[in-house]
């Protein structure tokens, strides 16, 4: 109940006899509010609500007291509230047993005076004698620790400190000078097997005699906390798991060129490399990735590049590329930075175990190099994403990737840049593939840019014409010649892929403009389908009709060449059987944007290819004349429910809400709203 009341929230109050107790003087006087930042104060406007605040943290430390006060000489572990430190001090003799104690900073120390509401003096003054009070506290805590290494030498072994969080609105920390005094005073650590934020003071206390041989994962958020220094890299031989900050170009330079010696080492002796001769493992004068060979890392981690053109990245897929899992990499957004470029991929080597490999940039044009995914062969996830606005086509073509033999199940999600510059013959080599999202914005958005139909055609090398309704259709492959507006031309996308294990497809912009649903015969596990083709302008409608509901019948035995086949038999292909193109499991499909058809093209689009479809969710598709009415998708889903033909349950309209008589012309009004004498349609 406690740990869920929030002080601007009055109606929960606590009962009638703990708000009589914490009113009485007995109780004012043990939360000494003369000591709370009189604005910090002022957020309480009732003041039994700050009262029930320290009501909590006097609860919580006596509580605790009454715990730990009869098992003291068996406790190995003891929470000290650092507002009860004083009454610990008197009992310090008999903890014989404690091996860790955890210093909680349960009072409201680091609040401090705003001169926008009281004047400089005032907010000097209590600054500097919450300062003092703090200080005070802290040497308190130093204190009682040498009290215990005085007394109990061999027993103590750790600290822990942290905020109680029993003040909202506060984060208080204990300062990391207070914590390394602290951790000096202690034993170093006895062979941790991980380096974090909650012991890395420790190990910072005794660098050169911490044994670090055992430390498999280290983990820091925060640049500076954990330095790879010479000498704790070189000790931490056993890591495996690695989440740190970006520290900048020339971090791993060192595991380069410790990959790249022992590769010389083995060229010329492979029997040294190889069997580890005794007389190698005995020379300590051998540095140590001779003697125990590199870091076998596994799983890495970095956050927060803020440089365009760090070689982190790229270092570690080379140094550590035999034992590489998982690889993960985000930038981070720089305000009122020039749009820069982040590139991943350069020297990469073969990574035969990399199975996650995550690459994300924000406010910045993340490529990567067109043999990043052929190497790594046994990829399981695959998510590179970057935010992109505007592009030119013709800026592809020099950081397009080469195809990729991707065979093992996985998720694939290309975001950005690196979706537009990815090569769809890779498709043809994924047939585990569950989860596949293409686009150049992320999902949540509701817009994004598709270029100009003209310059995104010329870019595939298509020519187009213009059909009875007035929208551009395609009409083949042109040449170089016939397109000189273009220098070179982006692979096509032949939507023909054999994906039998596809469950869920996203796609937007350019890549859902240009969906074809003869994919969907490859793809028979489908169950989700996103096509969004909204842009802000709304200039890139796409119409679909009943031939793209068709594709032709294929043969074994059909010649592709048309050059070997004589005019009758170039006649009878033109007029070959056309197959239904259906998504037998497909339960979920979602259209934004200008899709266009007519209210006739329905009954066959949503329950003939859609059999299974339980929802359906649309957005600015084209309304009227030229498009869809509501009324014709009322009586279309009215009339498959009536014949068992649609199981839909969830429908998602962005229509104008229809009119009253609207309404009861569609019967989507109770009998009794009709008017006298109406029939309403079934």
């Not at 400089?120 to 620790?145: G, H, L, P, W, Y």
């Not at 014409?465 to 395609?474: A, D, H, L, V």
């Not at 489908?526 to 009709?545: A, F, K, M, V, Y």
């Not at 009758?568 to 059987?577: A, D, I, V």
């Amino acid at each position: 109940m406690w740990s869920k009341y929030d002080p601007w929230d009055f109606e929960d109050y606590p009962p009638p006899e703990i708000l009589a107790y914490i009113l009485t003087d007995e109780f004012k006087s043990l939360c000494r509010i003369d000591l709370l930042c009189p604005e910090y104060a002022r957020l309480y406007q009732v003041p039994s609500a700050l009262l029930f605040r320290y009501f909590r943290m006097v609860l919580s430390r006596e509580a605790n007291w009454a715990l730990a006060r009869p098992i003291l000489g068996q406790l190995r572990t003891l929470t000290i509230p650092i507002s009860d430190i004083g009454r610990c001090f008197g009992v310090v003799g008999q903890l014989a047993s404690l091996e860790c104690v955890q210093f909680l900073m349960d009072e409201a120390l680091d609040f401090e005076r705003r001169e926008d509401i009281d004047t400089a003096s005032e907010a000097n003054d209590f600054t500097r004698m919450a300062k003092e009070r703090k200080d005070a506290v802290m040497q308190e805590v130093i204190q009682f620790v040498k009290e215990l290494t005085r007394l109990f030498p061999e027993t103590i072994k750790t600290a822990m400190f942290s905020d109680a969080e029993l003040w909202p609105w506060l984060h208080q920390s204990f300062p990391e000078k207070i914590q390394v005094e602290v951790f000096q005073l202690l034993p170093p650590l006895g062979r941790p097997t991980t380096l974090s934020p909650i012991n890395w003071f420790q190990v910072a206390a005794h660098p050169l005699t911490t044994n670090l041989g055992a430390v498999k994962r280290l983990i820091s958020r925060t640049i500076g906390v954990i330095p790879l220094g010479d000498y704790q890299r070189t000790k931490c031989r056993a890591l495996t798991f690695l989440t740190i900050p970006s520290f900048g170009k020339g971090s791993f330079a060192w595991a380069v060129q410790e990959k790249r010696e022992l590769n010389a080492l083995k060229i010329n002796n492979s029997n040294i490399y190889g069997l580890r001769s005794t007389a190698l493992l005995l020379d300590t004068k051998r540095p140590a990735y001779v003697q125990h060979g590199l870091d076998p890392l596994e799983r890495v981690g970095i956050a927060a590049f803020l440089e365009p053109f760090t070689d982190e990245v790229d270092d570690i897929a080379y140094a550590f590329s035999e034992t590489l899992v998982a690889l993960v990499a985000h930038t981070t957004a720089i305000v009122d930075q020039l749009p820069r470029t982040v590139h991943f991929g350069r020297g990469w080597v073969t990574l035969p175990r990399l199975k996650h490999l995550s690459l994300n940039a924000q406010d910045a044009r993340l490529t990567i190099d067109h043999l990043l995914l052929s190497l790594c062969p046994n990829i399981e996830l695959i998510q590179i994403t970057n935010d992109i606005s505007q592009y030119q086509c013709q800026d592809l073509y020099q950081h397009l990737c080469l195809p990729a033999s991707l065979p093992q199940r996985c998720i694939m999600v290309l975001v950005g840049w690196p979706a537009l510059t990815f090569h769809p013959d890779t498709l043809y080599t994924t047939p585990n593939i569950t989860r596949l999202t293409i686009a150049t914005y992320w999902r949540n958005q509701n817009s994004g840019y598709i270029p100009p139909i003209d310059e995104l055609n010329r870019s595939f090398g298509i020519t187009t014409t213009t059909s009875s309704q007035g929208y551009q259709t395609e009409e083949g492959v042109g040449t170089m010649e016939s397109l000189p507006l273009m220098t070179n031309i982006r692979p096509l996308w032949s939507w023909d892929w054999h994906l039998p294990q596809l469950k869920s497809h996203f796609l937007n912009s350019e890549f859902a403009y240009r969906f074809r649903f003869q994919m969907l015969r490859g793809c028979p596990a489908l169950e989700d389908l996103d096509l969004n083709i909204s842009t802000t302008d709304g200039q890139h409608p796409r119409e679909i009709t009943i031939s793209d509901l068709y594709a032709p019948v294929t043969s074994d035995n059909d010649n592709d060449n048309d050059n070997d086949t004589s005019p009758t038999q170039q006649q009878h292909q033109k007029y070959q059987p056309q197959e239904r193109i259906r998504a037998p499991r497909l339960h979920s499909l979602r259209l934004y944007g200008r899709w266009i058809f007519k209210d006739a093209f329905l009954p066959e689009f949503l329950t003939e290819t859609f059999p299974n479809l339980s929802l359906l969710a649309e957005r600015n598709w084209q309304m009227g004349d030229d498009g869809i009415t509501y009324a014709g998708l009322v009586r279309c889903v009215r009339a498959a429910a009536l014949s068992q033909k649609l199981k839909l349950k969830y429908l998602y309209l962005s229509f104008p809400e229809p009119t009253l008589e609207e309404r009861i012309e569609l019967g989507m009004v109770p009998e009794i709203d009709a008017p006298m004498g109406k029939t309403l349609p079934e």
